[in-house]
């Protein structure tokens, strides 16, 4: 890593795309705050850096309701921080290991919402019973269950693994992963499986299902729904704190 690298540790002056990255990223903690997808300070976004040198996530032992810019923190690629950057989130590794192994995924969320904590340990799948399990069944979106990671062995490497083929992950008593080609995507996705699970919480085991040509027929005329979704749920974050977006 040299000092001309876009996220060199040793690279202090910041681009106007560092900018817009980062206030995209605040931007998605508020919405997962007031999506009530918050756990204390547990759980992370990250996304890809413009110029392809590294990451911006978001650091440690801060809530999502708190984050604004100084919280956002460049990372190399090889998990270095920029100099004088504040300590990234703890599963940081999680994120470089998910977008080393997914080119086509920008961004990574990691949260740990009630719901789909509640349903991670149910030993069930998600079913398509709302518009939000339309979006989350095979073959396009195939949750994984996994035991919860430890801090040893390379738990990133396996997570990252589990989750190949697919757009989120259920670890077993530890929330949900979810990833997006943007970073919207990947926010309004966490949404889908918070409410998917909360719905079927609620159901129980007697499911009426939607058929598998709804489901399909649901799926290609909604392929920009996640998109919408994101761009309310960031309107209504806004409204909510009284800021401008």
Not at 5 to 15: G, K
Request: aromatic share 6%; hydrophobic share 40%; net charge negative.
């Amino acid at each position: 890593m040299t000092p001309t690298d876009p996220l060199s540790p040793n690279r202090d002056a910041p681009r106007v795309s560092d900018r817009a990255t980062r206030f995209d990223v605040v931007a998605a903690c508020r919405v997962l705050h007031e999506s009530h997808l918050s756990n204390t300070v547990w759980g992370l976004v990250a996304v890809r850096d413009s110029d392809g040198g590294g990451i911006w996530v978001t650091r440690e032992g801060v809530g999502f309701s708190e984050v604004g810019d100084d919280d956002v923190v460049a990372v190399c690629l090889d998990g270095t921080a920029r100099r004088g950057s504040p300590e990234a989130d703890a599963e940081t590794e999680l994120a470089l290991a998910i977008l080393a192994r997914r080119p086509e995924v920008t961004a990574v969320v990691r949260c740990h919402s009630l719901y789909a904590t509640a349903f991670s340990v149910t030993g069930r799948s998600l079913h398509a019973i709302s518009h939000e399990g339309c979006h989350l069944v095979a073959p396009d979106q195939a949750a994984w269950r996994r035991e919860a990671p430890g801090r040893a062995g390379g738990w990133a490497l396996d997570v990252a693994e589990a989750l190949t083929g697919s757009q989120y992950l259920l670890l077993a008593g530890h929330g949900l992963v979810t990833v997006g080609a943007t970073l919207g995507e990947a926010v309004a996705l966490a949404n889908y499986v918070e409410k998917a699970a909360r719905l079927q919480l609620l159901a129980g085991d007697e499911l009426h299902l939607v058929s598998p040509a709804e489901v399909e027929a649901k799926r290609l005329g909604q392929l920009n729904r996640p998109r919408l979704s994101w761009d309310y749920l960031r309107r209504r974050a806004f409204e909510v704190s009284g800021t401008a977006s």
